[in-house]
């Protein structure tokens, strides 16, 4: 693996699902300056919020064949595992794809970001142990309130 930072907003991102874990890979994706599309038969009120302001485009319905066709980066949060391969078989190697639901899968992982006004920290498992990546980024939030930085 090879940590990177990219500019987000550069590219085209779809996000499929609409639960807990689509919504916090939205959410993230936004912050950074994306407009990802969603596509899943039901959202997070978060999400419908979040097109309420313009800040995502929701397509409420299953996912469909071609739907990846287009995009650069693609999340994969649903929880069918069924779908999730049809999802994959259509990827192209030329996406970088995250399934969120099998690691494996995946050609690119999200790392813990840590950001303070002047300075961020990045965390990874290499996605081989989110639990411990989320506990790490909790102990550091919690270090850094103690300590002075200036």
Known sequence: MYPILIDIKQFSVLVIGGGKIATRKACGLIEAGA???????KFSETLLNAKRNGSVILRERSFQYGDTAGFQVIFICTDNQAVNRVILNETTPRQLVNDTTKQQNSN???MAFIKEKDFG?????AGENPTRTKLLKQKIRALLKNISLD
């Open 35 to 41: 407009k990802p599309t969603v596509i899943a038969p």
């Open 121 to 125: 920290i990045a965390l990874t498992t």
């Open 108 to 110: 690119f992982f999200n």
